[in-house]
């Protein structure tokens, strides 16, 4: 198990991340490692988080933790504004998000998947998604 040093420096995470390949799958599991250390503080992380810039995100479905490499929003509905709160960042601050979304990945043996999420994972997955993109909230 590798757990990585949480990055805080906002022009680090303002960069836009570079797609993960088949070689990134460490990262994916040494991103997915820090989540489960950090799961008391945190419901999701990406990759450029663990100062890794590539497309690659880690969230809890419940109890379990879940990887997407190069994940897309393909649909959205139902937006609504929010508080959110981040590792990387202090304190929290309002967004927009939506209650439903439809997201396409890889999954950790590099297969296209299309799935359907909503309510605070989709939220979290939405969070995630902008770190990757170089967005902060």
Known sequence: MVVCKIIHDPMFLRQKSKLATKEDIGTAEDLKDTLIANQKTAA??????????KRIIA????TLPMVMLNPQIMEESGSYQTKEGCLSLSGTRATNRYKTIVVE???MSMKNQRQQFTNFIAETIQHEIDH???ILI
């Open 105 to 107: 990945y890889q999954n």
């Open 44 to 53: 999701g992380l990406a990759a450029n988080m663990i100062g890794k810039s």
């Open 132 to 134: 990757c993109n170089g």
């Open 59 to 62: 969230f809890y479905v419940g």
